[in-house]
Antibody, heavy 117, light 112 residues
Framework: EVKLLESGGGLVQPGGSLRLSCAAS????????MSWIRQPPGKAPEWLGV??????????EYNPSVKGRFTISRDNTQNILYLQMNTLRAEDTAIYYCARQQLFDYWGQGVMVTVSS | DVVLTQTPVSLLISLGGQASISCRSS???????????LHWYLQKPGQSPQLLIY???NRFSGIPDRFSGSGSGTDFTLKISRVEPEDLGVYYC?????????FGSGTKLEIK
């Protein structure tokens, strides 16, 4: 059974940093592109970026809205996806999901990040 | 960025009725490889989005045939027939043809 479990969310002050993790199981992690998506309360989801699979060299691509502040990485020995978020702003407040791209067929349950003083 | 406009914003449908949701794109969603990467998701209250339809018209595993997708180019439609209580939630379209990937603004389905 495919499972994705995010962790690391919480309250952070503006300008601060946070690293989210997504533990994956039930599939061959290195075969898949993995993405991060966020959803502000009551709004539509926003795709943040992707890290490709082994066959595509684990390269990354980002939404320009977060490029330069957010970094996606993966630990392929432990099957963990990461999202490093720096210089956080109030508008980054959202539920953050990891999902398996290309179909976004499996999503984690999400983790809340609140940026506030 | 590609803008996906969903209409209507909300739907109130009787049990057993039919719902139709439109997703219009600001650009053609036909990829250079000939595929069209337009997917549909349902987000039930308090849950993560779940995949219903991928690449316009393909039902994901376990999705009943009450759900169907159609369209081409810039205009796409999700139809739900014989609406059931578990169909309530917000429906989103997503395009993966152009970077950055973008979601529609959502259509909320409520049951009468």
């Amino acid at each position: 059974e495919v499972k994705l479990l995010e962790s690391g969310g919480g309250l952070v002050q503006p300008g601060g940093s946070l690293r989210l993790s997504c533990a994956a199981s039930g599939f061959t992690f290195t075969d898949f592109y993995m993405s991060w998506i966020r959803q502000p309360p009551g709004k539509a989801p926003e795709w943040l970026g992707v890290i490709r699979n082994k066959a595509n060299g684990y390269t990354t691509e980002y939404n320009p809205s977060v490029k330069g502040r957010f970094t996606i990485s993966r630990d392929n020995t432990q099957n963990i996806l990461y999202l490093q978020m720096n210089t956080l702003r109030a508008e980054d407040t959202a539920i953050y999901y990891c999902a398996r791209q290309q179909l976004f067929d499996y999503w984690g349950q999400g983790v809340m990040v609140t940026v506030s003083s | 960025d590609v803008v996906l406009t969903q209409t209507p914003v909300s739907l109130l449908i009787s049990l057993g009725g039919q719902a139709s949701i439109s997703c219009r794109s600001s650009q053609s969603l036909v990829h250079s490889n000939g595929n069209t990467y337009l997917h549909w998701y349902l987000q039930k209250p308090g849950q993560s989005p779940q995949l219903l339809i991928y690449q316009v018209s393909n039902r994901f595993s376990g999705i009943p045939d009450r759900f169907s997708g159609s369209g081409s180019g810039t205009d796409f439609t999700l139809k739900i027939s014989r609406v059931e209580p578990e169909d309530l939630g917000v429906y989103y379209c997503l395009q993966r043809t152009h970077n950055p990937l973008t979601f529609g603004s959502g259509t909320k389905l409520e049951i009468k």
